[in-house]
């Protein structure tokens, strides 16, 4: 499927998303889920925009979004962003935008596990936090990214349980 704006978009009726596979295409959203559930277990999300501050996939406030077994891809824009509770295993993202993101959190908790993040634009980052009371947990990634590994933004306490894996920032891990 591909959209002239976004993939899937939804807003705020606690809607339930399953998506199983194919490919979900968006000139600004793969997938934009805002205070829903959406669930992944398969799949390729593709943002064409050409900005940093538009992504594959979105799950944006109070949402619950669970992703297994797929891809996030963005040449010009960032992977993923989550203001909520995600799971995220297993997932391929490669994110192209200069000064963007690979994953960035905001207001969440959840895990990332067994996934491969990977930011080739310049000043970019792997993985961005940019709130306080967030917790994370990373087990087995493999985090490359053209500038910052990753970074902690904004001020307050967080928690940030790093099992294993490999991050890498060609600037700073």
Do not use: P
């Amino acid at each position: 499927m591909t959209a002239k704006e976004s993939g899937i978009y939804t807003e705020g009726h606690r809607d339930y998303i399953t998506v199983e596979g194919g490919k979900i295409t968006g000139n600004v959203y793969g997938v934009r889920a805002y205070n829903d559930e959406v669930n992944v277990t398969g799949g390729e999300f593709i943002s064409k925009h050409g900005s940093r501050d538009y992504y594959a996939f979105v799950c944006d406030y109070n949402s619950i979004c669970n992703m297994k077994d797929a891809t996030f891809t963005s040449d010009t824009a960032s992977g993923i962003y989550v203001r909520g509770t995600s799971n995220i295993d297993n997932v391929t993202i490669n994110a192209g935008a200069n000064n963007g993101w690979g994953i960035s959190y905001y207001d969440f908790s959840g895990t990332l596990k067994n996934s491969t993040i990977k930011t080739t634009g310049t000043e970019s980052y792997g993985l961005y936090s940019s709130n306080s009371g967030e917790v994370i947990t990373l087990e087995n990634n493999d985090i490359d990214s053209k500038n910052i590994g990753i970074y902690l933004a904004g001020s307050g306490a967080r928690t940030f349980d790093i099992k294993s894996g490999t991050i890498y920032g060609e600037k700073y891990g």
